[in-house]
C-alpha cells in the first residue's frame, strides 16, 4: 500500500512539474509569438510598461515598448519596479491555453473571479489596454500541448 | 430595389417617463404575440437583430426591440443637463411598462437578458398579471462583482475599448467572431457612463434577493436560460435563483455565454425556439378557453 501510494504521489509531482515547466516554456515563447502578430502589436502601441506576468510562484519580469516585449526574463531582477502584476496557478495557466478552453478558464477575469489569479499594483496600464493583455495572454492557446487532469 | 431589404421596421414612439416625454427608438417585425427584447447594459436593441429577423418567429409572434434612453437611436431625453446617468429598479421598470402602454401591447412576452434578465425578475415579483410570459436571460437575483465599475467611465481611459474588453471575456469561445465583433462593437459605441450607469441598477439598486421567492410563476411563466460560459451571471447564479421560485423553467445553454442572442445566434435559437413555441402553445390554449 505504501508504495502504491509513493507512486501516485510521484506521479502527481511529476504531472505538477511537467505542468510548471510547459507553462514556463509556453511565457517564454509569447514574446517571440507576439512578433509575429503584427496587429496586436499595434493595438498596443501607446503602451510602455514594466509588469509581473505569469505563474504565481515563478512570475517574469516584462518589459513592454510600444506593444512590443522586448525583455521577458525571470523575476525578480535586483531592485526592477514593475507598475502591475497579473499572476495565475500553473494549472489556471494550462486551463486558459486550452483550445476551447473550459467555462469559468476562459478569461483572465474569470481566473481572478475564481481565485485562480492575482491582480495587483497599479493597474492603469492593465486596464487601459485591457484586450491587448487578453490577447497577448491567449497566445499559446494554440500550442499548448499539455491537458489539465 | 435589387439590395436585400431586411423586414425589420425602425421607428420612433414618444413615451412619458418620470414625467418627462422621452423619443424611445424601438425596431419590429412580425405579428402575434408581442414579444418585447431588452438588451443588455451598455449596449443597444442590435443585439436582437438576428432575432427580429427570423421568419418563423415571425409568424407567431410581433418580435420588438427597443433602445433604452441613452442607448442607441434614444437619444438622452431633451431636459437632461449633462448630470451622471443612473439606472434604478424603478426608472426601469417604469420605463418597460411606459413602453408596452404606449404601443398598446396585449399582455406581452418581455424577454431581457443581462440588465434585462434581472428586470424581468423584478417585472415577475410587481406585475406578473401585465405579462404573457417572462424570459430572464443570464439572469439571476443578484451576482458577485467581478471588477470595479469606476474604470468604465475616466478621462484617462478610452471608455469603448474598455467597456467592450471587459466583455469580452464574457462570449463564449466558440461564438462565431464575425458576431462576437459585432457584440462587442456596441460596448465601443456605448456613450460616457451609461454602460457604468446601467450598472447601477445591476450592482447597487438592483439586488432581488429575498424578494424572488414571491414570484407567482402560475400567474405568469418564467422561463430563464444561462450561458454555461457566462461567468458574470454564472448558471449557478440562475440555478439558485430558480431553486426559489417554485415553477421557474432553467435551462443552461451550452457553448454560449453573456450574450446569447447576438454571440451566437444560431447556437441561440436551438435553446430559444421551445421556449417561445411553448409559450404559443400555452397562449393557443388560454385563447381557446382550455387554460384559462
Not at chain 1, 507576439?34 to 519580469?61: K, M, N, V, Y
Not at chain 1, 502584476?85 to 483550445?99: F, G, K, M, V
Not at chain 2, 405579428?31 to 437583430?49: E, F, K, M, N
Not at chain 2, 434614444?74 to 426601469?92: H, I, K, V
Amino acid at each position: 500500500m505504501e508504495r502504491a501510494s509513493g507512486h501516485t504521489s510521484d506521479r502527481m509531482t511529476s504531472f505538477s512539474d511537467s505542468t510548471d515547466d510547459a507553462v514556463t516554456t509556453a511565457f517564454a515563447d509569447i514574446p517571440a509569438r507576439l512578433e509575429q502578430t503584427p496587429a496586436l502589436i499595434a493595438s498596443g502601441r501607446f503602451l510602455d510598461c514594466e509588469c509581473l506576468l505569469g505563474p504565481t510562484g515563478h512570475p517574469f519580469h516584462a518589459s513592454i515598448r510600444a506593444g512590443r516585449i522586448v525583455a521577458l526574463v525571470p523575476a525578480p531582477v535586483l531592485m526592477r519596479s514593475w507598475r502591475f502584476s497579473y499572476r495565475a496557478q500553473p494549472a489556471a495557466w494550462a486551463e486558459y491555453w486550452q483550445a476551447p478552453p473550459r467555462a469559468g478558464w476562459h478569461d483572465l477575469l474569470a481566473l481572478t473571479k475564481r481565485g485562480e489569479a492575482s491582480l495587483e499594483g497599479d493597474l492603469h496600464p492593465f486596464m487601459s489596454n485591457l484586450q491587448y493583455f487578453k490577447d497577448v495572454l491567449a497566445l499559446p492557446r494554440n500550442y499548448f500541448a499539455i491537458v489539465p487532469s | 430595389m435589387s439590395g436585400h431589404v431586411e423586414p425589420i421596421l425602425g421607428r420612433y414612439v414618444h413615451v412619458e417617463i418620470g414625467g418627462e416625454t422621452h423619443r424611445i427608438y424601438f425596431e419590429e417585425n412580425g405579428a402575434g404575440i408581442p414579444l418585447v427584447c431588452l438588451h443588455t447594459a451598455g449596449s443597444d436593441g442590435r443585439q436582437w437583430r438576428h432575432l427580429l429577423t427570423d421568419a418563423e418567429f415571425a409568424e407567431n409572434f410581433r418580435i420588438i426591440a427597443f433602445d433604452l434612453p441613452w442607448h442607441g437611436k434614444s437619444n438622452p431625453p431633451a431636459g437632461w443637463s449633462g448630470e451622471e446617468y443612473q439606472l434604478t429598479t424603478a426608472r426601469y421598470t417604469e420605463t418597460i411598462r411606459a413602453f408596452c402602454k404606449a404601443l398598446t401591447l396585449d399582455r406581452p412576452v418581455v424577454m431581457g437578458c443581462s440588465i434585462g434578465g434581472r428586470i424581468v425578475l423584478n417585472l415577475a415579483i410587481d406585475h406578473a398579471a401585465e405579462f404573457r410570459a417572462l424570459i430572464g436571460l443570464e439572469a439571476a437575483d443578484f451576482q458577485a462583482p467581478w471588477y470595479d465599475t469606476t474604470w468604465l467611465n475616466r478621462p484617462d481611459v478610452h471608455g469603448g475599448e474598455v467597456c467592450a474588453a471587459l466583455v469580452s471575456g464574457l462570449i463564449a469561445p466558440q461564438s462565431p467572431q464575425a458576431a462576437r465583433t459585432e457584440t462587442l462593437w456596441a460596448y465601443k459605441q456605448g456613450g460616457p457612463g451609461v454602460f457604468k450607469g446601467d450598472l447601477y441598477f445591476y450592482r447597487v439598486d438592483g439586488d432581488l434577493r429575498g424578494r424572488v421567492e414571491t414570484i407567482d410563476t402560475k400567474v405568469c411563466p418564467l422561463f430563464l436560460l444561462t450561458g454555461e460560459y457566462d461567468f458574470s451571471c454564472t448558471p449557478e447564479d440562475t440555478r439558485r435563483t430558480a431553486a426559489a421560485i417554485g415553477g421557474a423553467s432553467v435551462t443552461i445553454m451550452e457553448q454560449l455565454g453573456h450574450f446569447p442572442m447576438s454571440e451566437n445566434p444560431e447556437q441561440f435559437r436551438r435553446y430559444i425556439s421551445p421556449v417561445l413555441g411553448e409559450i404559443l402553445k400555452q397562449s393557443m390554449q388560454t385563447k381557446q378557453g382550455v387554460n384559462v
